[in-house]
């Protein structure tokens, strides 16, 4: 295995709960707990919207306030260590559908810019699947010299589809019961686990 790449939101940091709030107050509706995990099933952009205007205005409006919280966010010292730790034997690079504003400003600030090769969000291209092709691409990888480290089932489906082998954490936005559904290759429960898991790969 020659890389490892990681989602952001859930993995590298526990966002949900900030999540949850903004979109609850963007959307200006009721949203249930349950009801926003399941926009996680699959791929966030491709979900069934009935107010695509009234979408972007909330996506628009949530990416201003969640930019604005991540600049006070600090890594875990645990994720740290162990990231700094895999990136001495891995290329480390993360797919997120979140912001690659929001994500350079949270490595920004917590100083931590250089221990990925890429980091590539929403703007790359909001498909996982492309944005696997884009990094088996340039990279020079194959599927199997990969692994993806997820926390949401809708990203180990996409995983799926590009081939690659998904560590799922069941810490972050989906438990353990749902991400069974996608059938990844393992579900850990720590970051120790996803670095031992890795290492016996």
């Not at 791929?43 to 990416?63: G, L, S």
């Not at 730790?85 to 917590?110: G, P, V």
Request: proline share 0%; glycine share 6%; aromatic share 14%.
């Amino acid at each position: 295995m020659k890389a490892i790449i990681f989602d952001f939101d859930g993995v590298i940091h526990d966002t949900y709960e900030l999540a949850y709030q903004i979109n609850v107050e963007v959307l200006g509706k009721d949203l249930t707990h349950e009801q926003y995990r399941d926009f996680f099933n699959g791929n966030i952009f491709e979900r069934v919207v009935v107010d695509k205007e009234r979408e972007k205005t909330a996506f628009e409006n949530f990416f201003k306030l969640q930019n604005e919280a991540f600049k006070n966010f600090k890594i875990d010292g645990n994720i740290k260590s162990n990231l700094e730790e895999l990136a001495k034997k891995y290329s480390l690079f993360i797919i997120s559908s979140n912001q690659e504003e929001a994500l350079n400003i949270y490595f920004q600030n917590n100083k931590f810019t250089h221990i990925f090769k890429e980091i590539m969000g929403a703007e790359t291209h909001q498909s996982k699947v492309e944005k696997f092709k884009y990094l088996f691409e340039k990279y020079k990888l194959q599927s199997e010299d990969c692994v993806f480290v997820t926390d949401t089932l809708g990203d180990i489906l996409e995983g799926n589809k590009a081939g690659i082998r998904t560590v799922a954490v069941d810490f972050g936005f989906h438990g353990r019961d749902r991400l069974e559904k996608g059938n990844p290759f393992k579900i850990v429960s720590s970051f120790d686990e996803v670095v031992k898991v890795i290492k016996n790969m």
